[in-house]
């Protein structure tokens, strides 16, 4: 949407069409959401949870959740056949034909440039606290893990009526620091995030600007579900750094030149 001409735009979409096939990750706060439930439930023991892997992709008109025609004046058999075309008719539809229907003139653009101007300055205002990259990412992993608190809270809640608790948890053989990374990297999205952003707080000569910020949503979805993420030099060199621990961590291939994406997409057989 950050693209103001038609053409390119809808160029643009026909080449997602193209590559995607229709599918997508779900929105990001519900990724969130989906990764917090199944890393507690790994933690505290379940054996037979749905992989994450398989519970995050949909098609791309149900990226906003599932939608069907209901409480109509039909009885309910009709209602059913309705629901199922309606299901089917949606399942179908493409990037290029929902961006007609996309009213661009109304559509308010988020002002991520603002908001990277307060993030800087909130950092400059902490720099002298920062001890070491570990110091700056455990700060942005409990900032950014403090806003999904009541859901994290419903999930546990939901687990001990289950019958799960907290032996694993408090388990001794683990420290709390060995706990706490491997919840972290669990909460794939969050991780890769709190990564990010710590990479940049702990370089203290780098400044955030609006499209770091998208930049870094990118990065999320790519490392964490994806076997290739094509981006620009700087942010493949920052996800790159060994600190990090990234490209250790998740097995995407990251690359910055057109040559060598399409070599790797060639190997996948796209």
Known sequence: MKQNDIETRMATAKIIDHLSFGVTLIASHERVKQELCNATYSILGAK????????????????????????????????LIIQKSFFDHMWDISLVEMMNHINYESWEQFDWQKTAEMLNLANKEHTNELRSYQHAYRIEFDGVLSLFNEQLIQIFKEAYKAGYNNDEINNKKKSKNEKLKQFAQLVRTLHIGASCHAAVRWDQKRQLNGNDLLDFHHAEAALGYC???LTEKPLK????????????????????????????LNMCKI
């Open 227 to 229: 076997d290739l993420f």
């Open 48 to 79: 037979d949870s749905i992989p994450i892997d398989q519970l995050v992709w949909t098609k791309l008109s149900y990226i906003f959740g599932d939608y069907h025609p209901y409480d109509t004046s039909f009885d309910a058999a009709e209602e």
């Open 237 to 264: 060199v920052q996800v790159s750094q060994e600190h990090l621990g990234l490209r250790e961590l998740f097995s995407c291939s990251v690359e910055s030149s057109a040559s060598e994406g399409l070599k790797i």
